[in-house]
Every structure is written in structure tokens, then in C-alpha cells.
């Protein structure tokens, strides 16, 4: 059996199905996952920790939620150290999230 096929005038153009970018879906999620890093560390008492997670919050999310909680937890972290008399350590976090604050 010979089936002729017809040839076709008008080339086929055949287009891939529009994709929309999550970049920044991905972003959001990445951010609310290290702020429950940062908040995780906090609560187990990793200071350190909790404050690189925190500035890198603030560095990379500016214009986020995220950011104000990071924040207030840099905060929290600087006056702990005030109390436990650790001055200098909670003067240069301060300064600290001044300086991020002036970049971002």
C-alpha cells in the first residue's frame, strides 16, 4: 500500500509552550529557608551562626519580609551581648548592620 503524502505548502512552525520564570518563587523559598536556619541557630544558642545567616538575610533580600525578622533577630542577638557585658561585640554588630543598611 503507497500513500502519497501531500507535500505542504507553508512550512510547519511548531512553538514551544510559553514558560514562566520562578526565579522568583525560588528566591522567596531560599529566603524563608535561611531565615529558619538563622532562627534554628538562634534558638540553639549559635550566636555566630544565627548572625552570618541573619546579615546575609539582610545583604541579599533587602526589599523582603524576611529581611525586617533577620533584623530584629541581629537586634536581639547585639543586645544579648549587651547584657552578658560584651559591649564592644554588640556595639560592632550594631555598627554592623548600620553599614548593610547604608549599601542595600
Given at each position: 500500500m503507497n500513500t502519497?503524502?501531500?507535500?505542504?505548502?507553508?512550512?510547519?512552525?511548531?512553538?514551544a509552550p510559553q514558560i514562566v520564570p520562578t526565579t522568583n518563587t525560588f528566591k522567596s523559598s531560599t529566603c524563608k529557608f535561611m531565615l529558619r536556619m538563622?532562627?534554628?541557630?538562634?534558638?540553639?544558642?549559635e550566636l555566630r551562626l544565627a548572625t552570618d545567616v541573619f546579615i546575609r538575610i539582610i545583604e541579599e533580600y533587602p526589599s523582603s519580609e524576611e529581611r525586617k525578622v533577620a533584623q530584629d533577630g541581629l537586634l536581639n542577638i547585639a543586645h544579648y551581648?549587651?547584657?552578658?557585658?560584651?559591649?564592644?561585640?554588640?556595639?560592632?554588630l550594631l555598627e554592623r548592620i548600620d553599614q548593610i543598611m547604608e549599601d542595600a
Open positions: 502519497l503524502l501531500p507535500d505542504l505548502e507553508e512550512p510547519v512552525v511548531i512553538q538563622g532562627q534554628s541557630h538562634l534558638k540553639q544558642n551581648y549587651e547584657k552578658e557585658g560584651q559591649l564592644r561585640v554588640a556595639l560592632d
